[in-house]
């Protein structure tokens, strides 16, 4: 499956349209036009550092190093990080899956297993050159996404430093739904651009289900989120980018789910 015609796909449109948003925000219009959907969800988390073989990476070369850590680390991570490596995974898509509850089917000549997408990409740890659960006999044959209604009402956000083709400095995944006395009946929500993998805001969730949609709730949540975050020297202005992110894409939610 070609990720533009993912995201032209009428049912993802109006069922999903976080997904079909956060695919067109990936990229250029050519690479979406040749990118797959498990080619996406397989690329390789990077940085700077990664690209530069005179620098220490430990995702490059095991035990080598991480010249990030001291470096240039505008654009790197401030979750999800350990001591080996600080790099942010670079997709759109998945941060959109990961806020859907997806699942990745794949499949070996011993059987098929079936992946939470929330699972399938690992935390660098100690060993950041191992990136997902996939084994080495393994491909992924297909993506599901559960009947959701709340995704509905759904919404992607970049901030980036180019209008295309660059990545996320922060971006949020959204879906909610709201009762009508103003509780949060249902919610979803993904980040990227902030974490060495796709990063789903279970704390974030966990404040707003249930509480009043508002703006103070909004902001308790966000910042709730962002309590566990270590910045560099320099990407530290993320943990407030993100916080802002967030509530802006709630904020706006409400909007549009009272306007339905």
């Known amino acids: 499956m070609r990720n533009s015609r993912l995201a032209a796909d009428p049912l993802i449109r109006?069922?999903?349209?976080?997904?079909?948003?956060?695919?067109?925000?990936?990229?250029?219009?050519?690479?979406r036009n040749m990118a797959t959907v498990g080619g996406n969800l397989i690329q390789r988390s990077r940085c700077l550092y990664f690209y530069d073989e005179a620098s220490a990476c430990n995702k490059r070369e095991?035990?080598?190093?991480?010249?990030?850590?001291?470096?240039?680390?505008?654009?790197?991570?401030?979750?999800?990080?350990?001591?080996?490596?600080?790099?942010t995974h670079p997709s759109d898509m998945a941060v959109a899956l990961a806020a859907l509850d997806a699942t990745v089917e794949v499949?070996?000549?011993?059987?098929?297993?079936?992946?939470?997408?929330?699972?399938?990409?690992?935390?660098?740890?100690?060993?950041?050159?191992?990136?997902?659960?996939?084994?080495?006999?393994?491909?992924i044959t297909a993506v599901e996404l559960p009947?959701?209604?709340?995704?509905?009402?759904?919404?992607?956000r970049k901030v980036r430093d180019r209008v295309s083709y660059a990545f996320a400095l922060v971006s949020v995944a959204?879906?909610?739904?709201?009762?009508?006395?103003?509780s949060i009946a249902a919610v979803r929500l993904a980040l990227g651009?902030?974490?060495?993998?796709?990063?789903?805001?279970?704390?974030?969730?966990r404040v707003l289900l249930g509480a009043a949609a508002t703006e103070e709730t909004f902001r308790r949540a966000a910042a709730a989120e962002l309590s566990a975050a270590t910045g560099l020297s320099g990407n530290t202005f993320k943990i407030d980018l993100a916080q802002r992110t967030i509530v802006a894409v709630l904020r706006q939610l409400?909007?549009?789910?009272?306007?339905?």
Not at 62 to 87: I, K, Q, W
Not at 109 to 135: K, V, Y
Not at 175 to 180: H, L, Q, S, T
Not at 193 to 205: D, I, L, S
Request: hydrophobic share 35%.
């Open 193 to 205: 651009g902030v974490a060495t993998k796709p990063w789903r805001a279970y704390e974030a969730e």
């Open 147 to 156: 009947v959701l209604p709340v995704a509905a009402n759904s919404r992607y």
């Open 174 to 182: 959204a879906a909610m739904e709201v009762r009508e006395d103003g």
């Open 107 to 139: 499949k070996s000549t011993r059987g098929t297993r079936h992946i939470p997408l929330t699972d399938f990409h690992r935390l660098p740890g100690a060993t950041p050159h191992l990136e997902t659960e996939l084994d080495a006999d393994e491909l």
């Open 62 to 87: 095991p035990g080598a190093g991480c010249a990030a850590l001291e470096g240039f680390n505008r654009g790197n991570a401030v979750l999800g990080t350990s001591d080996h490596c600080v790099a």
């Open 254 to 260: 409400l909007t549009d789910g009272s306007a339905a």
């Open 14 to 31: 109006t069922r999903y349209p976080v997904l079909s948003q956060a695919i067109l925000h990936g990229a250029s219009g050519q690479l």
